[in-house]
């Protein structure tokens, strides 16, 4: 059982990049799904998550209208599509497994972050000019 973060890498201000979450082992649509990342020296942040029977999104402030979960049932995976990208969007990023079925709504960090289960190796991105 296990998750894989990929699609990382460096990109100027204001490109994009599409990190992608695969699972095996177990499947992804039965549970919420999340991305959080870190920075050199700062804690944890929730980025965004995706919930099961209706897919509710939700993200972080800091990312709104710029990066859009998604998930592929067919494939097992979960996408982060990552556009306008700026300097501080630069870390670590990390997809996760909820151990609850239950739903998430705006705050869903808050509870998430001690509901996760499950993560793999993140992925790095990069942002500088």
């Known amino acids: 059982v296990q998750l894989q973060a990929s699609g990382g890498g460096w990109v100027q201000p204001g490109g994009s990049l599409r990190l992608s979450c695969a699972a095996s082992?177990?499947?992804?649509?039965?549970?919420?799904i999340g991305w959080f990342r870190q920075a050199p020296g700062r804690s944890r942040e929730g980025v965004s998550c995706?919930?099961?029977?209706?897919?509710?999104?939700y993200y972080a402030d800091s990312v709104k209208g710029r990066f859009t979960i998604s998930r592929d049932n067919a494939k097992n995976t979960v996408y982060l599509q990552m556009n306008s990208l700026k300097l501080e969007d630069t870390a670590v990023y990390y997809c996760?497994?909820?151990?609850?079925?239950?739903?998430?709504?705006?705050?869903?960090?808050?509870?998430?972050?001690?509901?996760?289960?499950?993560w793999g190796k993140g992925t790095q991105v990069t942002v500088s000019s």
């Open positions: 996760a497994k909820s151990s609850k079925t239950s739903s998430y709504g705006d705050n869903w960090w808050q509870q998430f972050y001690y509901d996760m289960d499950l």
């Open positions: 082992g177990f499947t992804l649509d039965s549970y919420t």
């Open positions: 995706i919930g099961t029977s209706d897919s509710s999104t």
